[in-house]
């Protein structure tokens, strides 16, 4: 099992970035795929989640309106589009994988976002 997380670097404030999280091992759809992050001095917070069931998303309150969730069954991979980046998006963002019934649990490496003038 794989995921790997591509698309992150430095962008000025109110740009956009769009993170891909390509993964490998399993289908993308029977799991609920999550966007995490951690910014610098800051816990890991929970950003975006697209449900195994319905394909519903959520969003954390700090990102909502801003970024987008999207999964491609295709080519088993989950995006996250980033608009309206501001400084305190900075973090390093995690890629994860859930599956309720066994409660297996996944990671990627992570990719570091920057926004900063």
């Known amino acids: 099992v794989q995921l790997v997380e591509s698309g992150g670097g430095l962008v000025q404030p109110g740009g956009s970035l769009r993170l891909s999280c390509e993964v490998s091992g399993f289908t993308v759809s029977w799991y609920d795929m999550r966007w995490y992050r951690q910014g610098p001095g800051k816990e890991r917070e929970l950003v975006a989640i697209f449900t195994r069931a319905g394909g519903t998303t959520h969003y954390a309150p700090s990102v909502n309106g801003r970024f987008t969730i999207s999964r491609d069954n295709a080519k088993n991979t989950v995006y996250l589009q980033m608009n309206s980046l501001t400084p305190e998006d900075t973090a390093v963002y995690y890629c994860?994988?859930?599956?309720?019934?066994?409660?297996?649990?996944?990671w990627g490496q992570g990719t570091q976002v920057t926004v900063s003038s």
């Open positions: 994860n994988a859930w599956y309720s019934n066994t409660q297996d649990e996944y």
